[in-house]
């Protein structure tokens, strides 16, 4: 089945620098990614997307990188601040509606 | 902003009981979704419902599981017998006409089977 994965589980960055968080999944016919964060507690929060017809999505402060040639994704966050401390998850669609998602990324920010 | 919404936010169960979650998802939105979340391990699909009826589900869906539509607002996850394996977040998500439109998660109901 599908397999959608993340490189690092833990990622700690300073206050106001940016953070990369890289995933990879192994479906080629997936055509549309999201990128959701996890606070404690609560459910999955959209960040981005992206189809499979671009590389790259920009939106406030983020910015999505799809590279199907090796199949990675990867968010970048601008200017990370402490209200970005979560767990980010990846999340593919390949056919019909239901997403995997990865493991999970958890991002400290320190202050 | 639309939000799914989830209740109750925490459910303590006894083995064996059932349970019905309950999600009201975005209220012009067509396709509905279970998932769930055993802690700290990755969110699992469990089921899609479209139209009135299952449209995708997977594995761990099995015959306990049962997903209804009762009223034009409400969509249920049953779970008929409860183990102590189905402890976990239940989400609820909902989207427009397909998955690129506006899938949307709920906060989730933490079940806890004792």
């Known amino acids: 089945g599908e397999s959608v994965g993340l490189h690092l589980p833990t990622l700690s960055v300073q206050e106001g620098d940016n953070s990369i968080i890289n995933c990879a999944y192994s479906?080629?016919?997936?055509?549309?990614f999201i990128w959701y964060k996890q606070e404690s507690g609560k459910g999955p929060q959209f960040i981005i997307d992206i189809r499979s017809n671009m590389d790259k999505r920009q939106g406030q402060r983020v910015t999505v990188l799809l590279n199907k040639t090796v199949k990675h994704l990867s968010l970048q966050i601008a200017a990370t601040q402490p209200g970005d401390s979560a767990v980010y998850f990846c999340?593919?669609?390949?056919?019909?509606?239901?997403?995997?998602f990865g493991t999970g990324t958890s991002l400290t920010v320190i202050p | 902003e639309p939000e799914v919404t989830q209740t109750p936010s925490h459910q303590v169960t006894q083995m064996g009981q059932e349970v019905i979650l309950r999600c009201v998802p975005i209220s012009n939105h067509l396709y509905f979704y279970w998932y769930r979340q055993i802690l700290g391990q990755k969110v699992e699909f469990l089921v899609s419902?479209?139209?009135?009826?299952?449209?995708?589900k997977s594995e761990i869906f099995d015959d306990q599981f049962s997903v209804e539509r009762p009223d034009g607002s409400n969509f249920t996850l049953k779970i008929r017998s409860t183990k102590l394996e189905d402890s976990a977040m239940y989400f609820c998500?909902?989207?427009?006409?397909?998955?690129?439109?506006?899938?949307?998660f709920g906060s989730g109901t933490r079940l806890t089977v004792v």
């Open positions: 999340a593919e669609i390949a056919t019909g509606n239901q997403f995997y």
């Open positions: 479906n080629s016919a997936s055509d549309y």
């Open positions: 419902f479209y139209n009135n009826e299952i449209s995708e």
């Open positions: 998500a909902s989207s427009g006409q397909g998955a690129n439109y506006g899938y949307t």
